[in-house]
């Protein structure tokens, strides 16, 4: 298997991490504006501002056999759903690669709304969708029986009001969800980054898992969860 920056250039899925035998995959989604058609490139910041979250993401996970990737997008933008299409191509593209694993999807603003609406395919165990871009009226049904977990700054672009209001929405269509939310952190993450990135580590955890009998915690409908 060719190193992630040998990939093919049509290629959705960057493999960052390749174990010899690979029984489950963290793929991150990145984020980018409504609408933008230009090529993605590894050094634009919404890319760099993710590779601390996969370090995190893989902290949380056994590497000996546990996939890391990063979707690969066409061009910068949602562009009608361009996002949610290269999310599902890569998602292909892993079944090819390493067969029917269980899968986690951890996107950052655009690509955590990528990652939710992709939510259905078979491989995805759950999502942590970091300061998720969530347009009113996102749809929901296609998070049945998944784990979601909406992690939010305090002062992000998504209001606290409208991540709770979906990750109810989310409950009411039979996921598992709950809403984090960072105190003092922004919408890019950087603002108490170290906060972001202990949480990343701690809902990817999460989320990884099968449910657990016992108190509900994160997961509560009581309200989110402060850090």
């Known amino acids: 298997m060719p190193a992630w920056w040998e990939s093919a250039p049509d290629s959705a899925l960057w493999v960052r991490h390749l174990p010899p035998r690979t029984r489950a995959a963290?793929?991150?989604?990145?984020?980018?504006p409504?609408?933008?058609?230009?090529?993605?490139?590894p050094w634009q910041l919404a890319a760099l501002r993710m590779r601390p979250v996969l370090r995190s993401s893989a902290?949380?996970?056994?590497?000996?056999?546990?996939?890391?990737?990063?979707?690969?997008?066409?061009?910068?933008?949602w562009n009608d759903g361009d996002a949610e299409q290269d999310a599902l191509r890569a998602l292909s593209e892993l079944g090819r690669l390493v067969g029917d694993v269980p899968v986690v999807l951890v996107g950052h603003?655009?690509?955590?709304?990528?990652?939710?609406?992709?939510?259905?395919?078979?491989?995805?165990?759950?999502?942590?969708?970091?300061?998720?871009?969530?347009?009113a009226g996102e749809p929901v049904a296609q998070l049945l029986g998944?784990?979601?977990?909406?992690?939010?700054?305090?002062?992000?672009?998504?209001?606290?009001?409208?991540?709770?209001?979906?990750?109810?929405?989310?409950?009411?269509?039979?996921?598992?969800?709950g809403v984090v939310v960072v105190r003092g952190g922004g919408p890019w993450m950087l603002r108490r980054a170290g906060a972001w990135h202990r949480t990343v580590a701690s809902a990817?955890?999460?989320?990884?898992r099968p449910p657990a009998p016992g108190p509900q915690g994160v997961w509560s409908s009581s309200g989110p969860v402060f850090v």
Do not use: F, N
């Open 26 to 32: 963290v793929i991150t989604l990145h984020g980018g």
């Open 34 to 41: 409504l609408d933008g058609h230009h090529p993605v490139r």
């Open 59 to 77: 902290s949380a996970v056994s590497l000996d056999e546990t996939l890391l990737g990063q979707v690969r997008y066409r061009c910068k933008g």
């Open 109 to 135: 603003a655009m690509g955590g709304r990528a990652a939710l609406r992709v939510a259905a395919h078979p491989q995805v165990r759950g999502v942590v969708a970091l300061a998720p871009w969530l347009p």
């Open 146 to 177: 998944r784990s979601v977990l909406l992690v939010q700054g305090h002062d992000g672009r998504a209001s606290g009001v409208q991540v709770w209001g979906y990750a109810e929405r989310a409950r009411e269509a039979g996921a598992r969800a």
């Open 204 to 208: 990817v955890r999460q989320v990884s």
